[in-house]
């Protein structure tokens, strides 16, 4: 379907600043343009009135499958949330269940507004399986752990090629995801970088997310996790860095000169006890910063709006500084930030001609949004995600009107209801 959207606010980043623009968006085969086609015969007409249009909000860290222990284990030690809470339900959770768990959380994302998600998932074939239910757009990667991928008994990077091959396409991509650095030994570290080498592919893994881990690290290695990491070959363009929350020593400097990108996850990192990301200092590094909710057992939602409100209030806060994180920092952080980082730079995150269709469409004429006189720092403070009626993904409507067009939802919350009852 092609559509002719009219009446709309569109919002358009120049470059040097974020701008409000009005006129005709046109989506031709799955593509944004501004130019008039010869014949908007088979245009359908969406008027966008009283609508904000901007790029789908990309979440670069998450766990999809997560949501059923959502609000499970809250307010308890980290090691005890993480060995005691979440990883007994993960060895008692079927491979089904992920797959109903992953539906909700895309079904959380596309009504707060994203359309883009990064995720390392646990369980076979079923976060793929649910995102193209779902029509999301997903940068996805089996997590990977052990002293080799080629280790015998650890079948993970045979699976996470395996799902690359049945499920690559224009929406699906796929990662390599190797969980920690203390899950996953220094050889099979080297490997991922070999192979994320070898076939292009972009890789994701946790980093520096507490003292602990830097404090082992330290001990095992005589080197900060960053410092770790660079030894072993890791960093580089196509390296992205989730949490990065206890930096020491020369760790931005060694991030920067790699052209790794810094995922944070403000919300989950509090939650746990983990700290604040040195998320202004990272941005005035030159370092590439993303946003990413983290799964919900940690956060507990993965509402990118909400993300955004926290990480540059944060800042503000433990800076004792009011400019720290501007609103137009943050917004790109969410978008033009993380489309650069998969590669997509001026193809997703942006409204554009040429540009991909994922498009999000927020209601001007709600409280949260009005009066409508600075819209940048109303998706920084005052939006929280319920202002989004409308999400289109790769040119097609997944919510329209805060209708869900590809997820039943009654028969997920059975499904999920079913796997809490039983796993949790
Ligand atoms: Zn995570």
């Known amino acids: 379907m092609n559509y002719k959207i009219i009446n709309g606010k569109l919002l358009v980043d120049e470059g040097h600043q974020i701008v409000i623009k009005e006129g005709d968006l046109y989506v031709r085969d799955k593509i944004l343009s501004f130019i008039a086609p010869a014949s908007e015969e088979n245009f359908e007409v969406i008027d966008a009135k009283n609508k904000l249009i901007m790029p789908g909000l990309i979440n670069m860290h998450s766990h999809a499958y997560m949501t059923l222990m959502r609000n499970y284990a809250d307010d308890v030690e980290f090691s005890k949330w993480l060995f005691e809470g979440v990883m007994p339900v993960e060895d008692r959770l079927p491979a089904q269940a992920a797959y109903w768990s992953s539906l909700l959380a895309f079904s959380e994302m596309i009504r707060t507004g994203t359309t883009c998600f990064v995720d390392m998932h646990m369980y076979h074939r079923q976060s793929p399986l649910a995102a193209r239910e779902a029509g999301m757009r997903g940068y996805i990667g089996r997590g990977l752990v052990g002293a080799s991928l080629f280790e015998e008994g650890n079948p993970r990077f045979r699976e996470a090629l395996a799902e690359k091959e049945e499920f690559e396409s224009d929406t699906l991509q796929f990662i390599l995801s190797p969980h920690a650095i203390y899950s996953c030994g220094p050889g099979l570290l080297k490997e991922v970088a ?27 290695h005589g080197k900060t996790p960053v410092e770790y990491l660079a030894d072993l070959g890791f960093l580089d363009e196509q390296t992205i ?87 137009e ?42 009066p409508a006189n600075n819209i940048l720092s109303s998706l920084c403070y005052s939006a929280g995600g319920s202002e989004v009626s409308t999400v289109m993904i790769d040119g097609k409507l997944v919510m329209r009107n805060r209708e869900l067009l590809t997820i039943d939802m009654e028969k997920v919350y059975y499904e999920v209801n079913k796997a809490a009852e039983t796993c949790l």
């Not at 080498?197 to 520096?208: A, I, M, N, P, V």
């Not at 209601?363 to 949004?369: E, F, G, K, R």
């Open 241 to 327: 860095l989730a949490h990065c929350v206890q930096m020491q020593g020369d760790d931005l400097d060694i991030i920067r000169n790699s052209g790794a990108t810094i995922v944070t996850n403000p919300a989950s990192n509090a939650k746990l006890g983990n700290g604040f990301a040195q998320a202004a200092e990272m941005v005035e590094k030159g370092i590439n910063l993303c946003i990413g909710t983290d799964g919900a057992a940690s956060n507990n939602t993965l509402n990118m709006f909400r993300e955004m409100t926290l990480l540059s209030l944060i800042q503000k806060g433990i800076h004792h500084d009011p400019v720290s994180l501007p609103a």
């Open 194 to 220: 070999e192979q994320s080498r070898e076939l292009g592919l972009l890789k994701q893994t946790h980093l520096s997310e507490s003292i602990t881990e830097v404090e082992n690290c330290l001990k095992e």
């Open 329 to 370: 920092t943050v917004v790109r952080a969410a978008t033009v930030n993380a489309a650069k980082a998969l590669g997509m730079k001026d193809r997703l995150g942006v409204i554009k001609e040429g540009a991909a269709a994922d498009l999000i469409f927020l209601d001007l004429d709600t409280p949260s949004m009005f």
